[in-house]
């Protein structure tokens, strides 16, 4: 059966969040490291038969070459005039471990301090101060934990001549399955498979706001775990949902700018600069995320933008 229980104890610089880059790696699971070619890339037949190179040279053993490339992390202290490009897996990497040191620090599960990073825009500081300051209010006030005012709206019973077979009447469709078939939250309510199934897919299709799904039942306000989308979606939606967990954190930090070409996927980190290229190839402003404007400031750029938009506009700029 699928039974997502949260535990009951649970345990952000307002501005800007710095990843401080003291953790052990081998402490989680998720590194957020990620892997570059490097180039020199060599003929597999040639690797495989131990033969010379085209240079002439011995080529490394099959054993050797087998080691995973060297590995470059991504940071989000970005040296003054400098800037660089990453992807939503890249991004996605460094939150996982985010995730797990809010986790084993304040004793959580990774989906209840997932919840919490949401709620604090990722910021790791504020988060802890909250937390600490009244734990049972911010687990409820996220959606970690039932509140008093939520109600049991699925019915059990036995079927069976020995009563051994426990039946629960499914809230959306009526049907009645068994327990050990249903998706059950912490907050108790409890549905068949096939309607969480088709409620958890009609809120990834919604967008982002599916990051913070509520129960299913009338005015639960408990939310969905992350691990029922994983256990209870396809690959692609889940997918989907870790992209708009990146998204979600490249909004909150203004070191981080999405490309503005259509369709690019590609984010950029920099400071101190005004003018940035995507790896797509886009030159843009990282100040207001529009097309390079150059020499035109962003203001200057807003207002035109405006008076484009109202045609009243016109005589004031005449």
């Known amino acids: 059966g699928i039974d997502f229980h949260l535990p009951s104890r649970m345990t952000d610089s307002e501005e800007e969040y710095v990843y401080e880059d003291d953790a052990d ?63 939503y897996e890249e991004i996605n990497s460094m939150l996982k471990q985010l995730i797990a040191e809010v986790a084993n620090l304040l004793d959580l599960d990774t989906d209840t301090a997932l919840l919490l990073l949401l709620h604090y825009r990722w910021t790791k500081e504020r988060l802890i101060d909250g937390y600490y300051n009244n734990p049972e209010e911010i687990l409820t006030k996220v959606g970690a934990q039932p509140s008093e005012n939520d109600m049991a709206v699925c019915t059990s019973s036995s079927s069976g001549g020995d009563g051994s077979i426990d039946v629960i009447s499914c809230p959306i469709c009526c049907d009645e399955v068994r327990r050990q078939d249903a998706a059950a939250l912490s907050c108790g309510h409890a549905f ?24 299913p039942a009338f005015k639960c306000s408990v939310r969905v775990p992350q691990r029922v989308f994983v256990q209870l979606c396809s690959e692609e939606e889940t997918k989907r949902v870790q992209t708009y967990q990146a998204i979600h954190f490249i909004d909150c930090y203004k070191g981080m700018r999405h490309c503005p070409a ?4 590609w984010t950029t980190l920099a400071s101190g600069v005004t003018t940035v290229t995507c790896k797509c190839g886009l030159p843009f402003c990282f100040k207001c995320g529009e097309e390079s404007h150059d020499p035109c400031l962003c203001e200057h750029l807003a207002e035109w933008n405006m008076k484009c938009s109202n045609e009243s506009e016109t005589a004031n700029w005449s």
């Open 192 to 215: 068949c498979t096939d309607c969480m199934k088709q409620y958890l897919h009609v809120k990834i299709a919604d967008g982002p706001e599916c990051l913070t799904t509520n129960c």
């Open 25 to 87: 790696e081998e402490d989680f699971e998720g590194s957020y490291e990620y892997a570059y070619d490097e180039g020199g890339n060599a003929d597999l037949t040639d690797i495989e038969s131990g033969a010379e190179g085209k240079d002439g040279k011995d080529i490394v053993s099959s054993s050797e070459k087998a080691k995973p490339p060297k590995r470059e992390r991504l940071s989000l202290s970005i040296p003054d005039g400098q800037s660089r490009t990453a992807c």
């Open 262 to 265: 259509p369709g690019c996927e």
